[in-house]
């Protein structure tokens, strides 16, 4: 196997004598053809080609392949969000009646997706804290459950996932370890070394790195034997009428799980990333190996600042030693986490809104990693559906400031953040 760097700004896009050096946007919704038995053999699966870009488009194909490679998968799937790309993964395997598991420290807009939306659509979500024994996790086990969901790093309480174990709970249960990696990204860590069968990004985040598109990944790491649970995902093991018949796990063997989502999910949904997004996204990895360690480094030394200065109250970042999830950091991070890190002030909320609205260049945006230092307050922003139980349920507290430390120069941000702090 090549190496990630080499990946990252290789991978994907192969061209052919003569084809452009970098990777070209095929912004078109159809292909053309010359006769129509050429057209039908396509839609009769008799040849492989492009048709209609819904369902597979040049671009998007050369990125989600690269995405495949570095996160070490058998196939990838975009998707036009991080929360398609969530919905996609779950969805691919449940239906009505069906339950599946979730840790309670995700991302406020998976909480909602799960415990809210699925919900509606007969699919019920139990919310488990992470930091509960085996027994009580495998408590929450029903005969319907499809599937055990984590994130490697959670947003935005830090908390990181300990994969291993969860791997072995969910598997235990047959059903399936589903990742979110979207904090940590295949540079820093790689789930299915660790066991977990399906991983998922929000590549709006990191991957892209810059801001400038929404969009997401499924990855499938081949490795779960859908035959050997063949009760339970029936939409993998049995024929699928709206697809020729087709029974996925018998045609397409490891791949089955992610040619599902593009030939069932991705057709009757249409979830679909634009050829210029992916584009984009495909600029933003080609440098992801070498913004990350800057991410990390930066956000190592403000977490210390903050955590000398005596108006700030708590900082949680896995990097620090005396971080709760250090170990587990140690074990599944140990070349660095990410950017993002999360610290209370001393003083009222009143006082956290001060300092917010005396930053000059830490931006407060609705976002977090990218290359420029933002800041968010989550129980105003992204995590206003919750009520206070929830939030604490989360590991978001109300006095939560989720800092996103950017590639500038640190001593920069420190001086910003420094300057703020004084007015408090
Ligand atoms: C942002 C985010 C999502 C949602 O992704 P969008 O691209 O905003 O739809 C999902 N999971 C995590 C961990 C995220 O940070």
């Not at 598991?101 to 991302?107: L, Q, T």
């Not at 174990?165 to 990742?179: E, K, N, Q, S, T």
């Amino acid at each position: 196997m090549k190496h990630l760097e080499t990946i990252c700004v290789q991978g994907g896009w192969q061209p052919g004598n003569g084809e452009p050096r970098v990777l070209p946007i095929y912004q078109s919704t159809t292909f053309k053809y010359s006769s129509t038995e050429e057209m039908a053999d396509l839609f009769d699966l008799k040849k492989e080609g492009y048709f209609y870009t819904r369902l597979a488009n040049p671009t998007n194909d050369a990125v989600a392949a690269k995405i495949n490679e570095l996160e070490g998968g058998v196939g990838c799937v975009l998707t036009s969000s991080g929360q398609a790309a969530n919905f996609f993964a779950v969805m691919n395997i449940c239906s009505a009646g069906d339950h599946i598991i979730a840790a309670n420290a995700i991302y406020g807009g998976t909480f909602n997706l799960f415990g809210v939306t699925l919900e509606k659509m007969g699919i019920s979500c139990t919310f488990i804290n992470q930091n509960s024994s085996d027994e009580e996790i495998e408590a929450a086990f029903r005969p319907n459950t499809k599937c055990l969901f984590g994130e490697t790093i959670s947003n935005p309480g830090g908390e990181v996932f300990d994969i291993e174990r969860f791997a072995g709970i969910a598997h235990r249960h047959g059903v399936p370890l589903i990742v979110d990696n979207t904090f940590a990204t295949p540079i820093n860590c790689r789930p299915f070394e660790w066991g977990a069968d399906i991983v998922t990004h929000s590549t709006t985040k990191y991957m892209d790195g810059h801001a400038t598109q929404v969009g997401g990944a499924v990855i499938d790491s081949g490795n779960f034997d859908w035959n050997a649970n063949a009760g339970k995902f029936p939409g993998l093991c049995t024929p699928d009428e709206s697809y020729h018949g087709i029974t996925y796990t018998e045609s397409f063997g490891r791949k089955a799980y992610i040619t599902k989502i593009t030939t069932q999910l991705m057709r009757d949904l249409g979830s679909i990333p634009g050829p210029m997004n992916c584009f984009l996204l495909n600029l933003g990895l080609e440098t992801l190996h070498l913004r990350m360690p800057r991410h990390c480094e930066n956000a190592m030394t403000v977490a210390k600042w903050l955590k000398a200065n005596d108006k700030v109250a708590w900082v949680h970042y896995c990097g620090l030693e005396d971080d709760p999830y250090h170990d587990l950091a140690r074990k599944y991070l140990p070349n660095g986490s990410c950017g993002v890190l999360a610290f209370g002030l001393k003083g009222s909320r009143e006082d956290a809104v001060k300092f917010m609205d005396s930053l000059k260049f830490v931006a407060i945006v609705t976002h977090v990693a990218d290359a420029r230092t933002c800041i968010l307050h989550p129980a105003s922003h992204t995590h206003r559906q919750l009520s206070d139980q929830q939030l604490k349920e989360a590991g978001v507290a109300p006095d939560l400031m989720r800092l996103s430390v950017g590639i500038e120069n640190v001593e920069d941000i420190i001086a910003d953040l420094s300057q703020a702090l004084e007015g408090v």
